[in-house]
């Protein structure tokens, strides 16, 4: 099965990139489908509703994804469990303030199945809410915290200063009830410029144990174009690069999403998306009947260059947003020396035509 294939053929045409046009553009051909294993683990979203107004919101805003009835999400949890799956990631919206939270997450633990959660983290700062959780299944949080600076976090999120409090709140209560965090910072023009001082000041308040995920932004969603999101990877580049240099010395464990690998300048770097953190799969959330393999819509939203296909980082390589390149083109990435080492798994662009 070839690597890349054509991901322009069958989509809209991409907008000109100077008087030459726009690049070609391939992506990686991954099936739909993939084996449910004892490790397999499923994006569970009990819906879009959330108390925060994060203008980089990347739900779609859809009103019949807004909210899922108690029995109708108890109902996909019997169907994965049915599938063979016995771990899922809950996520929203904010999944912690579905009103039949409590009775799914419980349901979950009565069919043997752990979870873990996406989350702002609030609701944890609520007295025993961290301790019930664990104690009913909850093994990791992924926890959103763009900076450290209360007033930058609440306009990050939308929300006042008091919240921001609760979510560093809910992080400790978290951590005290046992559960493994990651904190989630998405880069925008706020708290680019804060970003050594968040990885340091989180290090010192929250200790060893928490990891840290850094991503590039996503512009798909109702928020994509909120204009503190409209980055390049030029002007993220250096603060990256000097993050990483901080993280080594914290001996603090920092993991990236979105970040092209020559953008890293580590052609070993294996991108921390939600495949990587063992979301091995994506229920759909329309209907509740059908899983797809997660590889597959993370490639179905990326791209890469003519370039890329000699770079030997290919394999690791999460490439960049499909939209990113159609808007910016590729000129920022600097493929790494040598043949990739899948290079005989490539398709030739002049076959790709019309590739599903």
Same mark, same amino acid.
């Given at each position: 099965?070839?690597?890349?294939?054509?991901? !322009?053929?069958?989509?809209?045409?991409?907008?000109?990139?100077? %008087?030459?046009?726009?690049?070609?553009?391939?992506?990686?051909?991954?099936?739909?489908?993939?084996?449910?294993?004892?490790?397999?683990?499923?994006?569970?979203?009990?819906? %879009? !509703?959330?108390?925060?107004?994060?203008?980089?919101? =990347?739900?779609?805003?859809?009103?019949?994804?807004?909210?899922?009835?108690?029995?109708?999400?108890?109902?996909?949890?019997?169907?994965?469990?049915?599938?063979?799956?016995?771990?899922?990631?809950?996520?929203?919206?904010?999944?912690?303030?579905?009103?039949?939270? #409590?009775?799914?997450?419980?349901?979950?633990?009565?069919?043997?199945?752990? #979870?873990?959660?996406?989350?702002?983290?609030?609701?944890?700062?609520? /007295?025993?809410?961290?301790?019930?959780?664990?104690?009913?299944?909850?093994?990791?949080?992924?926890?959103?915290?763009?900076?450290?600076? /209360?007033?930058?976090?609440?306009? +990050?999120?939308?929300?006042?200063?008091?919240?921001?409090?609760?979510?560093?709140?809910?992080?400790?209560?978290?951590?005290?009830?046992?559960?493994?965090?990651?904190?989630?910072?998405?880069?925008?023009?706020?708290?680019? !410029?804060?970003?050594?001082? &968040?990885?340091?000041?989180?290090?010192?308040?929250?200790?060893?144990?928490?990891?840290?995920?850094?991503?590039?932004?996503?512009? +798909?969603?109702?928020?994509?174009? #909120?204009?503190?999101?409209?980055?390049?990877?030029?002007?993220?580049?250096?603060?990256?690069?000097?993050?990483?240099?901080?993280?080594?010395?914290?001996?603090?464990?920092?993991?990236?999403?979105?970040?092209?690998?020559?953008?890293?300048?580590?052609?070993?770097?294996?991108?921390?998306?939600?495949?990587?953190?063992?979301?091995?799969?994506?229920?759909?959330?329309? =209907?509740?009947?059908?899983?797809?393999?997660?590889?597959? +819509?993370? =490639?179905?939203?990326?791209?890469?260059?003519?370039?890329?296909?000699?770079?030997?980082?290919?394999?690791?390589? /999460?490439?960049?947003?499909?939209? &990113?390149?159609?808007?910016?083109?590729?000129?920022?990435?600097? /493929?790494?020396?040598?043949?990739?080492?899948?290079?005989?798994?490539?398709?030739?662009?002049?076959?790709?035509?019309?590739?599903?």
């Amino acid at each position: 099965m070839s690597l890349l294939h054509d991901a !322009q053929a069958g989509a809209a045409p991409a907008p000109p990139l100077g %008087e030459e046009g726009a690049p070609r553009l391939f992506k990686k051909l991954i099936p739909e489908e993939a084996p449910v294993t004892p490790e397999s683990c499923a994006l569970f979203r009990l819906g %879009e !509703q959330c108390n925060y107004r994060c203008p980089m919101c =990347s739900n779609t805003g859809d009103p019949a994804l807004f909210f899922h009835a108690s029995e109708e999400l108890l109902r996909r949890a019997d169907f994965l469990h049915g599938l063979g799956f016995r771990r899922v990631v809950v996520t929203g919206g904010e999944p912690t303030i579905h009103p039949g939270f #409590w009775t799914i997450v419980e349901h979950l633990a009565e069919l043997g199945m752990a #979870w873990d959660a996406n989350t702002h983290g609030r609701s944890f700062a609520k /007295p025993d809410f961290a301790t019930r959780a664990v104690a009913t299944g909850l093994e990791r949080a992924i926890v959103s915290l763009h900076s450290l600076h /209360p007033a930058t976090s609440a306009a +990050i999120f939308g929300v006042s200063e008091t919240a921001h409090h609760e979510t560093v709140a809910g992080v400790e209560g978290l951590l005290a009830a046992g559960a493994a965090v990651m904190l989630n910072c998405v880069l925008t023009r706020l708290n680019l !410029q804060q970003l050594r001082d &968040y990885l340091s000041g989180a290090r010192q308040r929250f200790g060893p144990d928490v990891v840290f995920k850094f991503v590039f932004p996503s512009t +798909i969603g109702k928020g994509g174009a #909120w204009s503190g999101i409209a980055l390049r990877y030029d002007e993220v580049r250096e603060e990256i690069r000097q993050l990483c240099a901080l993280a080594s010395a914290l001996g603090a464990r920092l993991f990236f999403e979105s970040f092209p690998n020559c953008i890293l300048q580590d052609p070993r770097s294996g991108n921390y998306g939600r495949s990587t953190f063992g979301e091995s799969h994506y229920l759909d959330d329309a =209907s509740g009947n059908r899983v797809y393999a997660m590889r597959h +819509i993370e =490639s179905e939203l990326s791209a890469y260059g003519d370039a890329c296909r000699e770079c030997s980082a290919l394999r690791n390589c /999460p490439g960049v947003a499909l939209r &990113y390149a159609r808007q910016h083109g590729l000129d920022e990435l600097t /493929p790494f020396a040598g043949a990739a080492s899948d290079q005989a798994l490539l398709c030739d662009p002049a076959r790709s035509e019309g590739a599903a």
